[in-house]
Nanobody, 121 residues
Framework: VQLQASGGGLVQPGESLRLSCVVS????????MGWFRQTPGKEREFVAT????????YYAGSVKGRFTISRDNAKNTVYLQMNSLKPEDTAVYYC???????????????WGKGTQVTVSS
């Protein structure tokens, strides 16, 4: 299973970005998916997760109400819509696949390489 994240970039505070993660090697509907992020010197932290059929979603408190995770299993793609971005959202964002919608990185089985998101004026 390979995961390829894209859509990162440099934006100003208050702007939006949409990240995409394409799953290949196996159909994405076999997995729950998640987004995590990491900044230098810190551990990877949970952002959002979604069940295999999209029925269950869960968010970190710091992004709830601003970020939305969704998936299109026909396209083997998971999305993270990020609105009202803040400088503290700056990080490398990783998508991950696992057997359940989990908040702990250790419970995810497959990882993409990450995409940089920078929020700065």
């Amino acid at each position: 299973v390979q995961l390829q994240a894209s859509g990162g970039g440099l934006v100003q505070p208050g702007e939006s970005l949409r990240l995409s993660c394409v799953v290949s090697g196996r159909t994405s509907s076999s997995y729950a998916m998640g987004w995590f992020r990491q900044t230098p010197g810190k551990e990877r932290e949970f952002v959002a997760t979604i069940s295999w059929n999209g029925a269950i979603t869960y968010y970190a408190g710091s992004v709830k109400g601003r970020f939305t995770i969704s998936r299109d299993n026909a396209k083997n793609t998971v999305y993270l819509q990020m609105n009202s971005l803040k400088p503290e959202d700056t990080a490398v964002y990783y998508c991950a696949a696992g057997r359940t919608a989990a908040t702990m990185p250790s419970l995810m089985d497959y990882w993409g390489k990450g995409t940089q998101v920078t929020v700065s004026s």
